[in-house]
């Protein structure tokens, strides 16, 4: 069952395009305060960053403050699927925590300041096993001091645009996520689209939560990605892709709390040989360790 506790967590608000004159984005415990500016160098495609504050309570906006269209968009449309699925919020990012400490991740991202009147942006999952943050921030005392974040994923499973709804940048659009939110609208048409996007997908995540249904997703792929583009699939909608590599390193990354050390030590030559620095071997070994001193 989901831990709809509360978590706390920061996630800094884009600057996009001129939404006012001045724009309050929350980053972290602080709030960054950014005005229009007409200049080329300027921050964020016209924005400047001209200070901070510690955002402690939140503030009511001024007549000359507005609240992002992209932020007002997942309010109205996103928002109220994650809130009943039992996810948690901070900023633009929602999560999903296991009962064994796995974590599911949807975040929002900017791509590309589209027109002045339209943002283009990207909206994904990720599956955040324990032991792939513990991987990450290896070298912390705690690395579960602080939410997993999409940096953290063992799987991303990105949300591809309907037609209407797209803005075409090369790169990008090889993983279909690049959406487009015209303001003119109020983000209507890519709001509902964007809602049943999540709503398609939320039982998916919430299915690869479980390590066996993640396991099984890594060794047998029944999502599209690069490697396999024409995969016939069940879920058209979304593109996937690992975190580590090889996969026999993300098949240890799932087995390594609680999986087969007898699997974990004949995956391992595989993935110690793809390990440019030789230290995943070393923290696998040093894991399996400690378990086997329990």
């Given at each position: 069952?989901?831990?709809?506790?509360?978590?706390n967590?920061?996630?800094?608000?884009?600057l996009?395009?001129?939404?006012?004159?001045?724009?309050?984005?929350v980053?972290?415990?602080?709030?960054?305060?950014?005005?229009?500016?007409?200049?080329?160098?300027?921050?964020?495609?016209?924005?400047?960053?001209?200070?901070?504050?510690?955002a402690g309570?939140?503030?009511?906006?001024?007549?000359?403050?507005?609240?992002?269209?992209?932020?007002t968009?997942?309010?109205?449309?996103?928002?109220?699927?994650?809130?009943?699925?039992?996810?948690?919020?901070?900023?633009?990012?929602?999560?999903?925590?296991?009962?064994?400490?796995?974590?599911?991740?949807?975040?929002?991202?900017?791509?590309?300041?589209v027109?002045?009147?339209?943002?283009?942006f990207?909206?994904r999952?990720?599956?955040?096993?324990?032991?792939m943050?513990?991987w990450?921030?290896?070298?912390?005392?705690?690395?579960?001091?602080?939410?997993?974040?999409?940096?953290?994923?063992?799987?991303?499973?990105?949300?591809?645009?309907?037609d209407e709804?797209?803005?075409?940048?090369?790169y990008?659009?090889?993983?279909?996520?690049?959406?487009?939110?015209?303001?003119?609208?109020?983000?209507?048409a890519?709001?509902?689209?964007?809602?049943?996007?999540?709503?398609?997908?939320?039982?998916?995540?919430?299915?690869?939560l479980?390590?066996?249904?993640?396991?099984?997703?890594?060794r047998?792929?029944?999502l599209?990605?690069?490697?396999?583009?024409?995969?016939?699939?069940?879920?058209?909608?979304?593109?996937?892709?690992?975190?580590?590599?090889?996969?026999?390193?993300?098949?240890?990354?799932?087995?390594?709390?609680?999986?087969?050390?007898?699997?974990?030590?004949?995956?391992?030559?595989?993935?110690?040989?793809d390990?440019?620095?030789?230290r995943?071997?070393?923290?696998?070994?040093?894991?399996?360790?400690?378990?086997?001193?329990?």
């Amino acid at each position: 069952m989901p831990n709809c506790g509360r978590q706390n967590a920061g996630c800094l608000c884009d600057l996009p395009h001129e939404v006012a004159k001045t724009f309050v984005g929350v980053d972290g415990r602080d709030e960054c305060i950014a005005e229009w500016c007409p200049s080329p160098n300027a921050h964020k495609a016209g924005y400047e960053l001209i200070g901070r504050r510690t955002a402690g309570v939140r503030r009511r906006r001024s007549g000359s403050e507005m609240a992002h269209p992209l932020d007002t968009m997942l309010r109205h449309y996103v928002m109220p699927v994650f809130k009943e699925a039992c996810y948690t919020k901070a900023g633009r990012v929602y999560r999903l925590e296991a009962e064994n400490g796995d974590c599911a991740i949807f975040d929002v991202y900017a791509t590309e300041n589209v027109a002045p009147d339209k943002i283009g942006f990207g909206a994904r999952f990720g599956i955040a096993p324990r032991a792939m943050v513990a991987w990450h921030r290896r070298d912390v005392d705690d690395p579960f001091a602080r939410p997993p974040g999409i940096e953290n994923e063992l799987l991303t499973v990105e949300l591809i645009p309907p037609d209407e709804c797209s803005y075409p940048i090369p790169y990008e659009q090889l993983f279909g996520s690049n959406w487009r939110l015209d303001v003119a609208d109020e983000g209507r048409a890519c709001g509902e689209a964007l809602r049943a996007a999540v709503l398609d997908a939320v039982p998916l995540i919430y299915s690869l939560l479980g390590r066996d249904a993640l396991l099984a997703e890594i060794r047998t792929p029944t999502l599209r990605s690069i490697p396999q583009p024409n995969l016939d699939t069940q879920h058209p909608g979304v593109w996937a892709r690992l975190g580590i590599r090889p996969r026999e390193a993300a098949e240890i990354i799932v087995l390594l709390e609680d999986g087969s050390i007898e699997d974990i030590e004949g995956l391992l030559p595989i993935a110690e040989r793809d390990s440019p620095s030789g230290r995943f071997g070393e923290w696998v070994r040093g894991k399996i360790a400690q378990r086997s001193a329990v």
